[in-house]
């Protein structure tokens, strides 16, 4: 088991209520079902969360010029196809 570290959270009354009753019913203690909220909070969020550094970097994905369209052939290939 991990070491906890104490904190004070502020729920709402319905919040405790139905986090009673859950406990109630499951006989799990409602610090484990905080927990749990928390770690579906940092699991969503992780993005926003600094990471591990990678070793090698990474090329950023960079976007075509806006001059590059893939619907129609490059101009110089145009012209070779309508000469024969």
């Known amino acids: ?9 502020y729920v709402t009354p319905e ?3 139905k986090l009673k009753l859950l406990h ?3 006989k799990v203690p ?6 749990e909220g928390i770690d579906l909070v940092l699991r ?11 070793l090698v970097e990474e ?6 010029p806006a001059s590059v369209t ?8 145009a012209a070779a ?3 024969k």
């Open 1 to 9: 088991m991990r070491k906890k570290i104490s904190t004070t959270i």
């Open 15 to 17: 919040q405790a209520d």
């Open 24 to 26: 109630e019913r499951t």
């Open 30 to 35: 409602v610090a484990v079902y905080i927990r």
């Open 44 to 54: 969503h969020y992780a993005h926003m969360l600094p990471g591990q550094l990678a």
């Open 59 to 64: 090329p950023a994905a960079t976007p075509a």
């Open 70 to 77: 893939t619907s129609e052939p490059p101009p110089s290939a």
């Open 81 to 83: 196809g309508g000469k």
